[in-house]
């Protein structure tokens, strides 16, 4: 009886750790410091390149392109004295990204970082408190770490862009639309996948404020350029932007639906034809309009769209999948805890967590993980559970609230 009082202690302590906002702020803080000195430590090659560049090649890429715009540059070709790959963003972004431009790098990287870092955090913790408690919140963040230390090695976007999703979600449920609008937009203007957002407003009264507020962050994000180029300019810029894109969109398959079917059933794989199939069975659990008013289905919705961004991306990477993850963690903190949810997050951690951090032998990664895209396969399995959880909600159902603990 005593070793069961100190374990339940135990666990009331843990639980009481995990609730508390600072505990989950320290941890982030703290990966994202580790993960940014060691993108600043030495140099490396990339892919078949023999030329060495930072390890904060993606960083450069943005801070570069920004330096390329106000000179009239492309933004689409290859700059091989600069930085390795591509630029893959819109003219907008690059304008955003003017302010990194006057900092050192080991300052702006570091502020990069923890800019999404907490943009996910924070928007995790906005989340209705009615609805979903801090506990709850903590856990979604401690799911999603291992993915969000993944991006920010990388100095991807991708933190960002699922903060922006979900903070899409809480501003709409207090009626902020629009900074919801603002959300969307931004991710939106970001990466092109962001418009997947735009889903979210269907679920809501007031969509003409909603569609006039979209107008108007659309346009003020649109003309930034404008501050540096000319519409001449601009207009080159996209048809670049344009042809990029679609020699892009045949480069790869990637961790995705795509790229699953292709290397376990080797389908010749049309990648509209299946991105068209995810976007039919994505709206199918629109026609229950009665649900439109019900947090659980709204929250559902959210995950949805944060996993299908991912697994219906043909150029989905290993740092992306922190807007899977925290898909799947918003999904699994508030979904019934049977045998089939349990399995299910299991694989997820099992096959597209863990492997990040070397529990699987290297040889068994680079032979089975990584070309059967494994990382995805538990994701598109959740996704669909979603879909069929959307499918079959009753409309009195909730999400139970555990009662908040705090440290004595």
């Not at 039919?280 to 947090?295: A, C, E, G, W």
């Not at 694989?347 to 699987?360: K, M, N, S």
Request: charged share 15%; glycine share 4%; proline share 4%.
């Amino acid at each position: 009886m005593k070793e069961l009082s100190i374990k339940h202690k135990g666990l009331e302590k843990l639980k009481a750790f995990i609730s508390l906002k600072k505990s989950i702020y320290s941890i982030v803080f703290l990966v994202t410091i580790i993960g940014s000195v060691q993108s600043l430590s030495g140099t490396k090659t990339y892919g078949t390149d023999t030329i060495e560049y930072n390890k904060y090649n993606n960083y450069t890429i943005f801070k570069e392109s920004f330096n390329h715009l106000k000179n009239q540059q492309d933004l689409y070709v290859l700059y091989p004295q600069e930085h390795w790959d591509l630029y893959k963003y819109t003219p907008t972004f690059s304008v955003l990204f003017a302010g990194f431009t006057l900092l050192p790098d080991w300052l702006g990287l570091l502020v990069w970082n923890l800019l999404n870092a907490f943009v996910l955090v924070l928007a995790i913790f906005y989340l209705p408190k009615s609805k979903l408690s801090n506990y709850q919140k903590g856990l979604v963040v401690l799911i999603l770490l291992i993915e969000l230390i993944t991006s920010i090695q990388n100095e991807q976007s991708n933190g960002l862009m699922a903060g922006l999703f979900v903070f899409a979600l809480g501003l709409l449920e207090k009626r902020k639309y629009f900074m919801a609008a603002f959300c969307i937009v931004l991710a939106s203007y970001i990466k092109l996948f962001g418009v997947v957002g735009f889903a979210l407003f269907l679920f809501y009264p007031d969509k003409i404020k909603l569609a006039i507020y979209t107008l108007v962050w659309t346009g003020i994000l649109f003309v930034l350029p404008l501050l540096y180029i000319d519409m001449t300019q601009y207009v080159a810029l996209f048809d670049s932007y344009k042809l990029m894109l679609n020699s892009d969109h045949s480069a790869s398959l990637g961790y995705s639906v795509m790229g699953w079917l292709s290397t376990w059933f080797h389908v010749n794989v049309n990648k509209n034809s299946i991105v068209l199939i995810g976007v039919v069975i994505f709206m199918l659990p629109f026609l229950r309009f009665k649900l439109y008013s019900d947090f659980k289905m709204r929250l559902l919705l959210l995950s949805s769209i944060l996993i299908w961004v991912v697994i219906f991306n043909h150029k989905a990477e290993s740092p992306t999948f922190v807007i899977a993850m925290t898909g799947v963690g918003i999904w699994f903190i508030s979904a019934i805890k049977n045998p089939l949810n349990i399995i299910l997050f299991g694989l997820v951690l099992l096959f597209t967590c863990l492997p990040q951090i070397d529990v699987f032998p290297r040889s068994f990664r680079n032979d089975f993980i990584n070309p059967y895209v494994l990382k995805a396969v538990p994701c598109i399995l959740v996704w669909v559970k979603i879909i069929y959880d959307m499918m079959v909600l009753k409309p009195s159902a909730t999400i139970e609230v555990p009662e908040e603990k705090t440290l004595e």
